[in-house]
């Protein structure tokens, strides 16, 4: 926390995790600094020892609150849901919440990790579109068929929930890497929903303190 | 379920996710049926237009309960949470349940997805080992010294939570790929206390209906 006692989140403009968090902070308005951690910059800041002390995950996003350090996106955005309820981020019907859970997770441990920057540079250079094309596909064709049956105006239902704060950053990401998104109605339908929303919007990565001027928009 | 009314989970004795998850059964002492999935015989049997119908993901473990199939571990460890919450595998304490989220998130979104099956088929015979080795070793690298700070008997205090239903698993993973646990202080002495516990033992990958002979134990 600042001096002033605001919750300080560590973001980069273009992780995908790192949009998940500011659009929770965003939709529950939570007053906020953030500070800008560059992933290549420096050889990637987040490799500094001082960074490493908050976070030994050495990655974005972490959020000092509350006199404690969270890293992980979603264990992140559930604290929030339990401290600052309103507005929730996960229905009340436990099998609805284990929808919601179900494609969290689908996305954050099923697509993000297999494209993700670090596990890019492990697989070279000419590989690495083909690579993250194929992670991208092959979550996205299991996420349309479930979406197909949660899904309402939202991931699943009418309410936004933590599935639509993991939904649009990758979809994000798929456009980065030109996945063709003609075979997801459902996914670019909902996305483009969201996309829509203020809280999606102010914290999209072109909008980011952080975020070049050329990719500003 | 079954006729009977019976949760059935789907599972393969090798998985450290299905593994996961046959701990919380067994903790919370909820009375379930087995189904195995092969994850490479019959060219994969995740992959059957049966199974897909039932899980998009094409992954174990699944759990169908109460009317309902759920994919994805924590998502499933979550929903038995709140349905069946006896005994606890989050504690009270926000902070502490974001502690055990982001131990959980850390294995299962950071350590696993790069060191599965599907992940190193795509990287060649002769770079599985290595490949594999890094993701854990990176990993543990940051759990060793998040750990230091949670830690008490198990992965958060001294009751057991989904954080050590995510460790024992993936250490066992750490094993099988060959890598030197001697950095781990924390993480081994945690595990061996761990894997003492009923619940643990009854669902080890060495005692499931699916072992096959040579390794079961």
């Known amino acids: 926390m600042t001096e002033s006692g605001k919750p300080i989140l560590y973001s980069y403009f273009r992780?995908?995790?790192?949009?998940?968090?500011?659009?929770?902070?965003?939709?529950?308005?939570?007053d906020h600094e953030i500070m800008p951690i560059h992933l290549t910059k420096d050889g990637g800041q987040q490799f500094s020892e001082e960074f490493q002390a908050l976070n030994p995950m050495k990655q974005v996003p972490a959020l000092k609150i509350d006199g404690i350090t969270i890293g992980q996106s979603l264990a992140i955005i559930e604290y929030l849901e339990e401290t600052?309820?309103?507005?929730p981020l996960l229905p009340q019907d436990p099998k609805k919440r284990a929808s919601v859970r179900?494609?969290?997770?689908?996305?954050t441990a099923g697509i993000q990790p297999l494209q993700n920057l670090s596990v890019l540079k492990e697989v070279g250079q000419e590989n690495q579109l083909p690579w993250a094309q194929k992670a991208i596909i092959s979550g996205f064709d299991a996420l349309e068929r479930i979406l197909q049956s949660t899904a309402g105006k939202y991931c699943v239902g009418d309410q936004?929930?933590?599935?639509d704060l993991c939904l649009a950053p990758q979809v994000a990401n798929a456009e980065r890497f030109k996945v063709d998104l003609t075979p997801y109605p459902t996914i670019s339908r909902i996305n483009k929903t969201l996309l829509a929303?203020?809280?999606f919007r102010v914290s999209h990565p072109c909008r980011q303190p952080d975020t070049p001027a050329e990719l500003r928009a």
Do not use: F, H, Q
């Open 84 to 87: 600052r309820p309103t507005p």
């Open 15 to 30: 992780s995908s995790c790192s949009w998940r968090v500011r659009i929770a902070l965003a939709l529950k308005g939570i």
């Open 102 to 107: 179900m494609i969290s997770d689908l996305i």
């Open 197 to 199: 929303l203020e809280a």
């Open 160 to 163: 936004v929930s933590m599935a």
